[in-house]
């Protein structure tokens, strides 16, 4: 699909787009058939009792609770060092020019 809102749309947050876009309103039109055709087709399925158990114990816990890698927020504060360190250089140069 070219639609430059289609992830949006796919999240659920852009629902007024596709009240104005053709190719999107098709695409959530398709999207709400087949969830009514498999709504329908496995109405009286359901999954075994023990199932989660199972599956968060083959999981294990540190898959469960991953944390956040915190290398993102360290090369933010690298980045926000570096534009305040070119900014304390910069400026007084220009302070000159200003008065």
């Not at 430059?4 to 009240?19: I, M, Q, R």
């Amino acid at each position: 699909m070219a639609c430059p809102d289609f992830e949006d749309l796919l999240n659920g947050k852009n629902g007024y787009h596709a009240l104005n876009c053709k190719d999107c309103r098709a695409l959530l039109a398709a999207f709400a058939e087949i969830d009514s055709v498999f709504e329908t087709a496995f109405a009286g399925i359901s999954a075994p009792a023990g199932m989660v158990a199972a599956v968060r114990g083959h999981l294990g816990p540190a898959d469960l609770e991953r944390r956040p890698s915190p290398v993102p927020e360290f090369l933010d504060l690298i980045g926000w060092a570096a534009v305040l360190a070119v900014a304390a250089i910069l400026l007084p140069r220009f302070a000159l020019f200003l008065q």
